[in-house]
Each structure stands twice: as C-alpha cells, then as structure tokens.
C-alpha cells in the first residue's frame, strides 16, 4: 500500500536518514536535495540494477561517463539553447512567478502576466577569463554527450548498429515550478540510453524498449497497476522527437513521467555531424556547424548513414520517489501500527543487520562481529552491526527502512553455532546453522 501522502513519506525519509532538504541549516535551497546515508545505499542499488540490466546483461550496450559541463556549442547544436525553454508568467496579485501550465487555482487569470520564455539551462564560465565567449552549461541532460563521443566510442570498440551508449549521471535545469519533493528539482540524476539503429528499423525498436523498460521498473517492485504508458501527442513532442512514449507512475501527487522513451531519429548525430548535405539528414538540421566529425557509419555497400536512436531516459530520483512510495506500508499488528518499507532486496540499503542479544556480553557481541564481517565480504552490499541491545526496537526500525533479513546472535549462538534470522515481511524467525547464513542471505539478495 502506498504511502498516504507525500508527508508521510517525507517525514520517513527525513526521520532515517534518506533525503534532506539542501542547505537545511541555513535555510534550505529550493528543489535541491541530499541523500543520506541511507538514501546514498538505495539511490546507488537502483542505479546499478540498471547498469546491470541495461549494460551487463547485454552484449549491445557500452558504458559512459562524460564530464558534466559542456561547452556552449554543444548546446547551441542540440537545439537546447533555442529551445530549451519554458513558457514562465507572473502572478501580479501573489508575486510568484510559475511555469505558464502549472499555475495553481489560487492566481486569477487576470492577475497573469503574458507568458515569456525562460531558458532552463544554467550558465558558468571555464577558465579565469570571463570574454562572454567561453562559457559553458551545466549539462540539461547526459544526452548530449553520448553523441559528442559517438565516433570516439564506435572507433574504440567497432560497433555497428544495432547498438547503444549508456550514461548515468547528473543533469541540472533551472525549473521555474518546483514540485513533490524529488520529483522535479533542480539538481537530479538521470539514466539515459541511447540506442542507435538502422533507419526503418527504429519504429521496430521504439516499441521493444518500451516494453522492456515498462518490465524493468515493475522488476524494481512498482506494480502494475501504479504504471501506465502514455503516448505524447504531437504538439507535445520535444523538437528532436518522432514519438515519444512516456512510461507514467501514480505519484503521490498525480500521475506524471517516470521516464520517457523517445525516437530522436537522426537530430542529434546529424546536429553535431560536418559534412550535412552530402549525409542526406532525414531531421533536416542543417546548423552549418564547426563540428569536425563525421557521425556517421558505412553500410554494407560502403554508403554512408546516420543512425536513428531510440532513447529511454529514466530519472533517478523520480525513481527513488516511486520506489519508496511504493514499499510504503503500513500494518496493524496486535493493536500497534508497522511501517514497513517493502523494498525489493537488492534495492534495500541494508542488507542484514546483525545485532547482539547483550550489548555487553563479550562472547556475543564477538561472535556478532564475526558474523557481520563473513556477511559483508559477499560483496552483497552494506551489512550492519548494530549495538544499540533493544533487539525488539531494532527490528521495527529496520522494518522502517527496509532492511530484508535481521539476525540476532544470542546465547544459544555460542552453544551451537545457529542464529535467528528475521524475516521482515513475514516476522517469522527461524533458526539457522552459521555455516549456512551466507547462502540464505545470497538467496535473499
Ligand atoms: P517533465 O515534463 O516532467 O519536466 P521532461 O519531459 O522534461 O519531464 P525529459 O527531458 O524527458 O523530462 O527527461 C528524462 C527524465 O529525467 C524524466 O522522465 C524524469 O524522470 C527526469 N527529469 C527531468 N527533469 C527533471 C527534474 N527537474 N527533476 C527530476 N527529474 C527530472
């Protein structure tokens, strides 16, 4: 059962170290947020369930990660520094300013002041000498990058299409409206794919990417039923989109874009590409650039083509959003209430906890080290130890934040060499042999 509303969640992620406000101590930064030490844990997990699945598991993905300012030619070629905008109005009663569609019911129309275009990107200089020429932007998202090394990773790897390039990184947009707490901020991470095809074949590949990436979130425990698919209308289309699905999460706020599957046909490659007219660019963007690589690949007969690319482009913290709305639960049991955060085990930022019956007790609290050490040399993730003795109280906060297994070291533990191993779901407690924890955990996670 999802989260209530967004205060719950929130409240709990404050409350055990997930998300911060930024900046909290002198006041806070809007739509910048930190992650915590648990929050650091999950936020990592789902990124490298990704890489795992967009990258390991495929024989047709390579990896990227490409510096985050970007020169200013770059973004001109791109499109983002005409485009890139939003239409932004004032509200002459409240004084606040909104994007033109996000204005909330409080504002009269007549109040609003004519819509005017607001660049989202944000600005810096490189180098001491500020000339107006050299600047450059915080990256708006990791695309473009994927496409400025296009020739550099094909020439180091000779790959031909099918193919794709992955980055997982941080992306920065000036946004006028800010909203629900991680879902649209300033500062966010995003995990793109590019995935360039053979012209023709991109429509083929739109539709599977969609489909696969539909199934890899409900793999990440999103249920079905909180997902949907919604296809952008073409007045709605960003201005290197053929098609664009959106794959749409009930958030606590309403249901908006989790991620966005695009069909960026040859814009981009083509954008940054020399030689334009002779490669017969079907996105027809003539820039007349300073670019001086060729994006392009040879077919069988040696003629020259630019690839279309399918992009799934997901966003981490909205990510992180929908994952914890999504495990949040709330049980009655005798008559008390259970938070229990109901993560999939390999997003969990705990793994197990190990925790000593007596906090004093030397033989204990040794053995519990040992346990704790054996565990996390599995290489599974983080393994805590924790001492804090109120084994009753440990169980309910690591419910909270959803650690899957709880393993308790006690008396009989020096006797026998078995533990009690806590299942967080289910509270059931079984006992189980020391030599045989680590397969149980391994099955677990
Ligand atoms: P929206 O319309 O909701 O602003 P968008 O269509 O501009 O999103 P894209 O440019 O397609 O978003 O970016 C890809 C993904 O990056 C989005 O699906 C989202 O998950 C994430 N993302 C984009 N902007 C933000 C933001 N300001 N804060 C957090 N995540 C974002």
């Known amino acids: 059962m999802p989260a209530k509303n967004i205060e719950e969640l929130i409240a709990l992620c404050k409350r055990r170290g997930f998300i911060f406000q930024s900046n909290e101590i002198y006041g806070g930064t809007q739509g910048l947020y930190d992650y915590g030490p648990l929050g650091v844990e999950l936020k990592s997990n789902l990124k490298n369930a990704w890489w795992k699945s967009i990258v390991y598991e495929r024989d047709d993905v390579e990896g990227l990660d490409a510096a985050i300012l970007t020169k200013n030619t770059v973004l001109k070629h791109s499109g983002h520094e005409d485009t890139f905008s939003d239409p932004m109005v004032d509200c002459k009663s409240c004084g606040e300013r909104f994007r033109a569609d996000q204005v909330p019911d409080y504002c009269k129309k007549e109040d609003l002041t004519e819509p005017r ?3 989202l990107m944000f600005k810096t200089n490189i180098g001491p000498v500020d000339d107006g020429k050299s600047f450059a932007y915080l990256r708006p998202e990791t695309a473009q990058s994927i496409f400025t090394n296009f020739k550099n990773v094909v020439d180091s790897t000779a790959r031909t299409v099918p193919f794709g390039i992955a980055q997982m990184g941080k992306a920065f947009r000036n946004e006028i409206t800010l909203k629900s707490f991680i879902f649209r901020v300033r500062e966010f991470e995003q995990m793109e794919l590019e ?3 053979r012209p023709g074949d991109d429509d083929k590949w739109h539709k599977s990417w969609v489909e696969s990436r539909l199934q890899w979130w409900k793999d990440q425990g999103i249920s079905d039923m909180s997902l949907e698919l919604y296809d952008v209308p073409a007045d709605e289309l960003a201005h290197y989109s053929k098609a664009t699905v959106d794959i749409m999460y009930k958030f606590p706020h309403g249901v908006e874009e989790l991620e966005g599957v695009a069909n960026r046909t ?3 490659l083509g954008s940054h590409s020399k030689n334009q007219k002779e490669l017969n660019i079907k996105a027809n963007v003539l820039n007349n650039n300073e670019s001086n690589s060729k994006l392009a690949l040879q077919d069988e007969n040696n003629n020259w083509f630019v690839p279309f690319v399918i992009e799934p482009s997901a966003g981490v913290d909205r990510g992180v959003l929908a994952i914890l709305n999504e495990a949040y639960s709330v049980e009655e049991i005798d008559g008390k209430e259970r938070v229990v955060l109901k993560l999939k085990p390999h997003l969990a930022p705990i793994k197990a906890a190990v925790m000593p019956l007596k906090k004093n007790d030397e033989n204990i609290v ?11 040399k599995l290489g599974l993730g983080r393994i805590l130890f ?3 003795g109120n084994i009753g109280k440990n169980y309910r906060r690591h419910d909270e934040v959803g650690t899957p297994v709880c393993i308790t070291v006690d008396f009989e533990s020096l006797d026998n060499q078995t533990v009690t191993v806590r299942d967080r779901d289910t509270m059931k407690q079984e006992r189980i042999s020391l030599d045989k924890i680590s397969e149980h955990l391994k099955k677990i996670v």
């Open 386 to 388: 924790e001492n804090s």
């Open 366 to 376: 040794s053995l519990a080290k040992k346990v704790k050490d054996n565990l996390q």
């Open 266 to 268: 040859d814009f981009d």
């Open 195 to 197: 995935f360039f095809v």
């Open 117 to 119: 275009q607001f660049n």
